[in-house]
């Protein structure tokens, strides 16, 4: 049984991009070039960051990011200022749930910010090898002549590569069972947006909140 943990590996890396945010957002500046009911022109800087800078931008039904981060756009409710604020909780910590947010990018969900986990499908690969090996012995050393040799490990840098290579592989009765294997991950730039937008959201509320 498989020991990779696909979840446990997604909370890693928001705790990473997270922290990198917040870093690189120190200096950032929100400036609200429209704010019309549910018609916004949001422009974020952050000197700080390799992505500089995006828009956020809102109008009956949608929202957009676009900008060094990439361009998504989500839909789900009227107001989706609202929505996000709503997911985010309350207080300067918020909260972002990347999965469910991921399900409301246009126009097919999830499958539009995911990627594949290459570094994932290999450790699947050795970890099966290693398992079967007394069952199969030689098992660990075909796998690494056939999959990961340098003239052979080019199929292993693509999802459909990857699944060619395993379905046809075969040493001794033994065949790679993928069944349970999860193959992508959420693309760095679509987590590292997540934080941008909630950072936004929370920023567009402080600007109008009252002073004095």
Not at 171 to 183: A, I, L, R, S, V
Request: glycine share 6%; charged share 25%.
């Amino acid at each position: 049984m498989s020991t990779i943990d696909p979840d446990a590996e997604l909370k890693a890396r928001i705790a990473e991009v997270k922290e990198r945010f917040a870093a690189e957002s120190e200096d950032g500046t929100l400036t609200v070039q429209h704010d019309d009911g549910l018609y916004r022109h949001l422009v974020v800087r952050m000197p700080r960051s390799s992505a500089y800078w995006f828009e956020v931008m809102t109008w009956p039904g949608a929202l957009a990011v676009t900008g060094h981060t990439g361009t998504y756009v989500f839909r789900r409710d009227e107001d989706m200022l609202a929505f996000f604020r709503m997911c985010m909780g309350t207080g300067i910590s918020w909260e972002v749930d990347s999965r469910y947010w991921a399900e409301k990018v246009q126009p097919h969900g999830e499958r539009d910010v995911q990627t594949y986990a290459e570094d994932r499908v290999k450790a699947y690969i050795k970890q099966a090898a290693e398992e079967a090996e007394a069952a199969h012995p030689g098992l660990v050393a075909e796998v690494e002549e056939e999959l990961f040799d340098r003239y052979s490990s080019a199929d292993l840098e693509t999802e459909a590569g990857a699944k060619a290579a395993l379905a046809v592989f075969e040493f001794d009765g033994f065949h790679f069972d993928t069944t349970d294997w999860e193959f992508t991950e959420y693309d760095y730039w679509f987590l590292y947006t997540c934080q941008a937008l909630a950072w936004t959201v929370a920023q567009y509320d402080a600007a109008l909140v009252p002073t004095g």
